[in-house]
């Protein structure tokens, strides 16, 4: 059987990523490819070290795009910050806790858990108390925005705590990373890792690093070796380094590289605090026409992601059902609950590019005629109303 | 400072990798981004699956492509397969061979290194007499086309060599996949690892894999979690298993992917046979082309890759400003010597769609034209006259 050249569908991507990714920065991909130690190629890296110290807030050297996926990030931060028979305090509230749990096991170091409900932000006061018990803990890690729940953690007020109890900090941004005001240096953040398919439009497959000096310390002065060859920041290094001078380590994804400085490049033109505002507003217009329709979400007001909208699952209703219309009618997609929120919460992203007016409208009224169809009730086009209400209280349309 | 997008040079590229990339696979990468989990992304894994299985020649189920660089995929078959405290048997005649050694240690077993000269093929009888030494060893790991060496070992030998000592087997293919013969089922590989970046003419950065039944056997058996979470092939078996009900694991590298899909097209429409044949045929055009001008080989004629040619560097020249040269003036781009070889041997390459009638005239008049400048001897355009004679006698130019 002889099978073809694949021509994937125009989908519109407002799930909990990757989200749509921009003309530009696919057009970048395609560039044609360089070695990986080529003169001209350096020099993009060391712009690229640049641009993800602006988007990270930080004077971090060693900040850097490992060459895979936001998982791998992950483990590039337990690998190398903790060695086995470490203590280190674990919070959890949705899947990605869970899976710091995991990395912490693996690395032959022992997690202490501190649990809170999915879809609720951590609880500081439990974490105080597990940091209090456990005076030999080396590390606090946390997720900072849950994708599989929406919420975001207060990671200012947990680096301090990590501080007061002489623990390092290990901070999941996957989804938070240009979405949401983050500021590595400000909040002392010691290890972060994030992805480049949620709020920066990139396409998947990288993950974008910082290490505080704190931290570089410690891996330089590991007892035993990173237990990854791949993911050993001592060798890594000395490719992202600085200077000409590189050794070769691994042969870094080229394209994927290109498209990740275009995507800072636009970043760093709009201006990392206008995405933030960017990214808030476009959650507000769509909360309008959510709760004009009698959507309700699952986060407390507060802690809510502006990027990412749990949204509860109306009773009675088919949720496959209408994503399946979703995607195969209007070629939208959003996303499904995880875990223990499968079944009852959609999860609606409004990530980088795709967090923009049109792509509101259409999730709205794409839902409401779907929900409409099952049998759901609500005002017929009073979502719309409610979006142009919002923006003209937010002055982006004239009264 | 205002970083500006990045507009790469156009490079031909002749060293050990990245190879020049299709445009038809460039073109393919920026396609629109699709979700992990949509249902025609899956449709294109499997076919991705049935690809690979082709290109490796293999009926194994576990054939995937890893979502990051090669050097992945080598970890991904040593911490599946080994587990702490086993015995595995390295064959090393360069720098890869050291790298697997690396591996093993990290696992927390034991190498048992069988070293050659770098330049050489592995010593099928020194193989042997460790095998015999050594009843408890559980792998032999093995180059099977040593990229900073251009050389290619006997793997079917080998491989026969490990079942007889009831050894498991991982094969380094990065080089040789698809750019000289290689099969998998009928040499009794159990575990192997390539890149994309060589004779398929793909971008870095993700690596195919293949598993036997009996590897996989093994790594459902393992009495400890494997060590990684994001390489655990029970967890990413689950990802890209067979059916519809696919697991989210980690994000997949989207764009990357119809990269590859669209490589391995490319493959299956020529044949992977006429694909061997064409990386045989123009290396001995490039040969004759650099014995014309009075260069050689480092490598004994039986065991040289065709398409990874380390080239001697003649007496008296400056290699890296000959290299230096190349890129600057004919944004041609071959490789150094790695490791031992060092200053001693250029790496030409000869890979998938570089491999081609045009590159090889580019690379031998740019280098006679350069190392003429340079004091070096050598008839003006005997090169050219020697790459018509050879192509006359394979019939690829009319008399």
Not at 118 to 123: F, L, N, T
Not at 134 to 161: I, M, R, W, Y
Not at 213 to 223: C, G, W
Not at 314 to 338: C, M, T
Request: charged share 20%; net charge negative.
């Amino acid at each position: 059987m002889t099978i073809s050249s694949f021509n994937p569908p125009i989908r519109t991507l407002m799930g909990p990523g990757p989200s749509d990714v921009h003309p530009r920065i696919l057009s970048a991909m395609a560039r044609p490819t360089i070695g990986h130690l080529d003169p001209q190629f350096v020099v993009m890296m060391d712009e690229i070290k640049q641009l993800l110290q602006y988007v990270f807030q930080t004077k971090n050297e060693l900040t850097i795009p490992v060459s895979a996926p936001g998982s791998a990030g992950m483990e590039t931060c337990f690998v190398n910050l903790i060695e086995p028979g470490e203590k280190v305090v674990v919070c959890q509230n949705g899947a990605f806790g869970g899976r710091m749990k995991e990395n912490v096991e693996r690395v032959g170091a022992s997690p202490i858990m501190v649990e809170d409900e999915w879809g609720k932000a951590i609880d500081l006061n439990k974490v105080e108390d597990a940091l209090k018990a456990n005076p030999d803990a080396s590390v606090l890690a946390f997720v900072h925005a849950e994708t599989s729940t929406g919420v975001q953690s207060d990671a200012k007020a947990l680096c301090e705590l990590a501080r007061k109890y002489d623990c390092l900090t290990i901070v999941d941004a996957v989804t938070s990373l240009t979405g949401t005001p983050l500021k590595v240096d400000e909040w002392g953040i010691d290890a972060i890792y994030s992805g480049t398919q949620k709020c920066m439009s990139c396409t998947p497959g990288l993950s974008p690093v910082s290490f505080s000096d704190k931290a570089v310390e410690r891996i330089k002065s590991r007892k035993q070796k990173v237990q990854s060859w791949f993911l050993d920041l001592n060798l890594v290094m000395g490719y992202w380094g600085a200077g000409a001078k590189r050794a070769y380590h691994h042969t870094a994804p080229i394209n994927p590289l290109y498209a990740l400085h275009e995507a800072l490049v636009m970043v760093q033109d709009e201006g990392l605090e206008n995405a933030w505002v960017r990214h808030d507003q476009n959650h507000h217009v769509l909360r309008a026409g959510l709760e004009a329709m009698g959507l309700r979400f699952l986060v407390n007001e507060a802690d809510r992601l502006p990027q990412l909208n749990a949204v509860l699952i109306p009773k009675g209703i088919d949720e496959a059902a209408v994503r399946a219309r979703l995607l195969n009618q209007y070629n939208l997609e959003i996303g499904a609950g995880l875990g223990s929120l499968a079944g009852k919460v959609w999860r609606i992203g409004l990530m980088g590019y795709a967090s923009n007016v049109n792509n509101i409208l259409l999730c709205l009224t794409a839902l409401e005629a779907t929900l409409t169809d099952m049998g759901y009730s609500c005002d017929s086009g009073a979502a719309a109303q409610a979006v142009n209400a919002k923006l003209r209280e937010q002055n982006r349309i004239s009264a």
